[in-house]
């Protein structure tokens, strides 16, 4: 299974040389041939310079979302009212659907051992693709998400209001950091023709241990939303820094269909639920100040939207973004020069 993840990418020096001396010396002309490329077109050897700038710009905007909403919901009445009304009826209330799908993740163990199934199969992947600087940057973006998981004992949660849920602070979630942490390392590690479906799986995976960890009472809704954007942050800042043997090869570039489906859903639905959630947190705002009981349907049913979207967005955001750093289309990166209009 890691043999067809992996796709290795086809190169036609080493096609046409055979024997041990290939295997031996591979590296070293790959090294050989990119260099000239390069000569030739930059973008064999590094993204666009506005593709590393959109990443970086993206990122600061995760984080400040994720500072904002602590912010809202931490340090505001209303915003502990609402994570205090979900904490108490969510796990009675929750969408069936995605309790069952939640169900399964509601061992902590069960986290863990996706984790680092997920991690290691991403490593893995990286080494049989001989992607060396994706390597370092998988284990980058763990390094990063597991330093962002620091800011439970750092950040600081005031008494406001008299809560049932603890008073110590909880954000971000560790297991819902790792496991979206998890699932963005596999999606940068695999070839381009797992993108779309890998994209798809971290979603579903963000969304179950983010929804478990709330049924069981072991996070607010803040927690998760904000460990899934500081997680979508970390892997953009990490695709900043692509290069080389982090990039597809050059022979191997290619647009994408599914990709182009995926990502556009992803961020379009991703986008669409973050907007509805905030609009019915919104409308119930005015009755979250006095803890109004009608209130409780709406903070149940926007933080299970926020949740979902958040994760959505996030890693279609990610989607996006590997496929644009990873395969720069040049007149070098595809199969023949590009049509080129007639000369008069």
Request: hydrophobic share 55%.
């Amino acid at each position: 299974m890691i043999a067809i993840l992996a796709d290795e990418p086809t190169d036609d020096l080493r096609r046409k040389d055979g024997g041990s001396a290939q295997d031996a010396h591979g590296g070293d002309r790959d090294d050989d041939v990119a260099r000239g490329l390069a000569g030739v077109d930059p973008l064999v050897v590094r993204p666009r310079r506005s593709a590393v700038a959109v990443c970086v710009v993206l990122a600061v905007m995760l984080i400040a979302a994720a500072g904002g909403v602590w912010w809202m919901a931490v340090r505001t009445a209303e915003g502990q009212a609402f994570e205090d009304m979900v904490w108490q009826y969510l796990p009675s209330t929750v969408f069936d659907p995605l309790r069952v799908a939640a169900l399964p993740f509601a061992r902590s163990l069960t986290v863990i051992a996706l984790t680092v199934a997920m991690g290691s199969v991403a490593v893995i992947v990286a080494i049989v693709r001989r992607r060396w600087r994706l390597v370092g940057q998988v284990v980058a973006l763990a390094a990063l998400c597991y330093a962002a998981t620091w800011l439970k004992p750092v950040l600081p949660r005031p008494m406001l209001i008299h809560t049932v849920s603890r008073q110590a602070n909880s954000a971000p979630s560790g297991h819902t950091m790792m496991a979206a942490a998890a699932a963005m390392v596999l999606l940068i590690a695999v070839p381009r023709a797992w993108r779309a479906v890998t994209a798809v799986v971290a979603v579903a995976v963000s969304c179950a241990v983010g929804l478990s960890v709330m049924v069981q009472q072991w996070h607010r809704p803040v927690d998760v939303v904000m460990s899934i954007l500081l997680a979508a942050a970390m892997a953009l800042i990490v695709l900043a820094f692509t290069r080389r043997s982090g990039m597809d090869a050059p022979g191997d570039r290619a647009s994408s269909p599914s990709i182009q489906i995926v990502g556009s859903v992803l961020v379009t639905a991703g986008f669409m639920a973050v907007v509805y959630g905030a609009y019915v947190v919104w409308q119930i705002f005015p009755g979250l100040g006095i803890s109004a009981q009608w209130t409780r349907s709406g903070a149940v049913a926007a933080s299970q939207i926020l949740v979902c979207g958040s994760a959505s967005l996030a890693c279609g955001i990610v989607l996006v973004m590997r496929q644009i750093v990873a395969c720069p289309l040049t007149r070098l990166g595809v199969i023949g020069a590009p049509p080129a209009p007639p000369s008069r």
